[in-house]
């Protein structure tokens, strides 16, 4: 790829020169319309009901049909149908998602609903082409830039929309631009793909890990017995099969007041689901507060702390072993901590799939919750001998964490991958790169 022969000044602030062919005019001299969907209240699916367009609608920057919401018919509802080439934009949101957006590519019965705005352009500009300019960096940020914060959220007006300047080549340009950036966008998603596949594979190799270990051992020689329980499957001849509650104690979270909370020069640290990502402690979001802490409550090294109860059913049962830097934080009432001092293998058991296999027992559509009873009464696959626990534990610390640097890894290539994609948009839409004789 190649550089144009020649540029000049945009006048544009976010772009300093495009190639000299190339014309400058506002968003609004480009498009047919740009304006908010129906208010229409949205209904349960049935037989005569109209899809309508959600926020979640455009979430992965596609259309997808199996994320959109339900209307009744009303006379006017056709001013609102979507045509072929209309892009959708997200213009209240969180900041972070606030500019997504994303294509009507084919012919399909689909209304315009609110919180996305209908860009249609007009003979002036290729809808791909218009739909990667939104897409590039420059815009994204641009528009980021006119963004109206409020509580939770910021949004963008059509107004500022209208005003955004946008450079462009002749339309038989854009075409060519856009077919570039199709083709080369798709290469790099094959890519992308296959490096999520192979973390999942990767995923599933450290589950079957974990299952395998804290339900058969590391001995392949060991002579096995049914374990009673069904979902445990056989076990070695020489463990036990034992409830949670025979091996420690389950302890319910701090409940505390809104006048309780403080800062963190003033307060205690409680730890909430939202400190734990990933199987790690994590501290974006923090909450601390000023009042009397029971010394039960205090964390110590070897907690096992666990999400309880959360408006997520995949949240449930997440958790992390506390260690000596956590020491003294608190937890919240929708936290629960396992306090035994088989922490190690304990830990390694709560990760297995037959925890998750269990929890399917209790948690329903309405519930999200592990009660400490439920907690309790786990059924737990259990070598008596400690050294043997220790070297069960020692094996998947060392096996998972090469796992998981693979996954990492992985998951830094894709990032690279996707800085990439994003680049090649942003360097095609705004004349960087020459991609004429590319197509």
Same mark, same amino acid.
């Given at each position: 790829?190649?550089?144009?022969?020649?540029?000049?000044e945009?006048r544009?602030?976010?772009i300093?020169?495009?190639?000299?062919h190339?014309?400058?005019?506002?968003?609004?001299?480009?498009?047919?319309?740009?304006r908010?969907?129906?208010?229409?209240s949205?209904?349960?699916?049935?037989?005569?009901?109209y899809?309508?367009?959600?926020i979640?609608?455009?979430?992965?920057?596609?259309?997808?049909?199996?994320k959109?919401?339900?209307v009744?018919y009303?006379e006017?509802?056709?001013d609102?149908?979507?045509?072929l080439?209309?892009?959708?934009?997200?213009?209240?949101?969180?900041l972070?998602?606030?500019?997504?957006?994303?294509?009507?590519?084919k012919?399909?019965?689909l209304?315009?609903?609110?919180?996305?705005?209908?860009?249609s352009?007009?003979?002036?500009?290729?809808?791909?082409f218009?739909?990667?300019w939104?897409?590039?960096?420059?815009t994204?940020?641009?528009?980021?830039s006119?963004?109206?914060?409020?509580i939770g $959220?910021?949004?963008?007006?059509i107004?500022?929309?209208?005003?955004?300047?946008?450079t462009?080549?002749?339309l038989?340009e $854009?075409v060519q631009i856009a077919?570039f950036?199709?083709r080369?966008t798709?290469?790099?998603?094959?890519?992308?793909?296959?490096k999520?596949?192979?973390i999942e594979?990767?995923?599933?190799?450290?589950?079957?890990?974990i299952? $395998?270990?804290?339900?058969?051992?590391?001995d392949p020689?060991?002579?096995?017995?049914?374990s009673?329980?069904?979902?445990?499957?056989?076990?070695?001849?020489?463990?036990?099969v034992t409830?949670?509650k025979?091996?420690?104690?389950?302890?319910?979270?701090?409940l505390y007041?809104?006048d309780?909370i403080?800062?963190?020069?003033?307060g205690?640290?409680v730890?909430?689901a939202s400190n734990?990502?990933?199987?790690?402690?994590?501290?974006?979001?923090?909450?601390?507060v000023?009042?009397?802490i029971?010394?039960?409550l205090?964390?110590?090294k070897?907690?096992?702390l666990?999400?309880?109860?959360?408006?997520s059913?995949?949240?449930?049962g997440?958790?992390?072993?506390?260690?000596?830097?956590?020491e003294?934080l608190?937890?919240g009432?929708?936290?629960?901590?396992f306090r035994?001092?088989?922490?190690?293998?304990?830990?390694c058991?709560?990760n297995?799939?037959?925890f998750?296999?269990?929890?399917g027992?209790?948690?329903?559509t309405?519930?999200?919750q592990l009660?400490?009873?439920?907690?309790?009464n786990?059924?737990?696959?259990?070598p008596?001998d400690e050294?043997?626990?220790?070297?069960i534990?020692n094996?998947?610390?060392?096996?998972?964490k090469?796992?998981?640097?693979?996954?990492?890894?992985?998951?830094?290539?894709?990032?690279?991958?996707?800085?990439?994609r994003?680049s090649?948009?942003?360097?095609a839409?705004?004349?960087?790169i020459?991609?004429?004789?590319e197509?």
């Open positions: 790829m190649r550089c144009y022969p020649e540029y000049k945009s544009a602030e976010f300093k020169l495009v190639p000299s190339w014309q400058m005019k506002r968003l609004k001299h480009v498009t047919e319309s740009i908010n969907g129906t208010t229409a949205q209904i349960q699916l049935g037989e005569t009901n899809p309508v367009t959600r979640e609608t455009i979430s992965t920057g596609e259309i997808n049909f199996d959109v919401g339900h009744n009303w006017g509802i056709e609102y149908r979507l045509r080439g209309d892009i959708l934009l997200s213009h209240i949101n969180s972070a998602i606030l500019g997504n957006c994303a294509i009507l590519e012919s399909v019965c209304y315009h609903g609110m919180n996305l705005l209908r860009i352009p007009n003979s002036l500009i290729h809808d791909r218009l739909l990667y939104l897409k590039s960096f420059p994204n940020q641009l528009i980021k006119f963004a109206k914060f409020a $959220q910021v949004s963008i007006s107004t500022y929309l209208k005003e955004i300047p946008i462009y080549p002749p038989i $854009q077919n950036l199709d080369k798709e290469q790099i998603d094959e890519l992308i793909r296959i999520e596949r192979r594979l990767l995923q599933e190799q450290r589950t079957t890990l299952n $395998q270990a804290v339900t058969k051992g590391l020689n060991v002579e096995m017995i049914p009673g329980v069904e979902w445990i499957g056989e076990i070695p001849k020489h463990w036990t409830r949670l025979y091996l420690g104690e389950s302890i319910i979270g701090l007041k809104p309780d403080t800062d963190e020069e003033n205690t640290l730890l909430r734990i990502q990933n199987g790690k402690p994590s501290f974006l979001d923090n909450v601390y000023n009042t009397e029971d010394e039960k205090r964390l110590k070897g907690d096992i666990l999400c309880s109860r959360s408006g059913r995949a949240l449930i997440k958790n992390i072993t506390i260690t000596k830097k956590l003294g608190t937890f009432v929708f936290m629960t901590v035994t001092k088989f922490f190690r293998f304990i830990s058991f709560l297995s799939q037959i998750k296999n269990q929890s027992f209790f948690l329903t309405t519930v999200n009660t400490i009873d439920t907690l309790n786990f059924f737990i696959c259990f008596t050294s043997e626990q220790a070297q534990a094996f998947l610390d060392r096996k998972t090469q796992i998981d640097e693979l996954i990492a890894t992985e998951q830094r290539k894709i990032e690279l991958l996707k800085e990439y994003q090649l948009i942003s360097e839409v705004t004349g960087k020459d991609v004429r004789n197509v």
